[in-house]
């Protein structure tokens, strides 16, 4: 079965870190670039960050740059989003997206980041 599974997400107050996994399973996780985007009430889903299929490149948006971190183990077919200084403004259901080579596309269920004191 094809899926990437979410997980660690939570309410954590400003300040504060969390860890999200997904975990990848059904098909050739390597051949895949990893994302990581979030959707918050009222507004767009949009980009985090990004990582190519070996994990040597990554991207991330401006408003997270310097306190997300992404990585993958092409072994444990994981992605990681290690988020740290968290905001308010980074409450949102945060989904973990897989685009292959040649353009297919999968998507997570999304996991809950709660920023809030």
């Known amino acids: 079965q094809v899926q990437l599974v979410e997980s660690g997400g939570g309410l954590v107050q400003p300040g504060g870190s969390l860890r999200l996994s997904c975990a990848a399973s059904?098909?050739?996780?390597?051949?895949?670039?990893m994302k990581w985007y979030r959707q918050a009430p009222g507004k767009e889903r949009e980009l985090v960050a990004g990582?190519?299929?070996?994990?040597?490149?990554?991207n991330y948006a401006d408003s997270v740059k310097g306190r997300f971190t992404i990585s993958r183990d092409n072994v444990k077919n994981t992605v990681h989003l290690q988020m740290n200084s968290l905001k308010p403004e980074d409450t949102a259901v945060y989904y973990c997206?897989?685009?292959?080579?040649?353009?297919?596309?999968?998507w997570g269920q999304g996991t809950q980041v709660t920023v809030s004191s």
């Open positions: 990582v190519g299929r070996t994990g040597t490149i990554t």
């Open positions: 997206n897989g685009r292959h080579i040649f353009g297919r596309e999968l």
């Open positions: 059904g098909f050739s996780f390597s051949n895949y670039d």
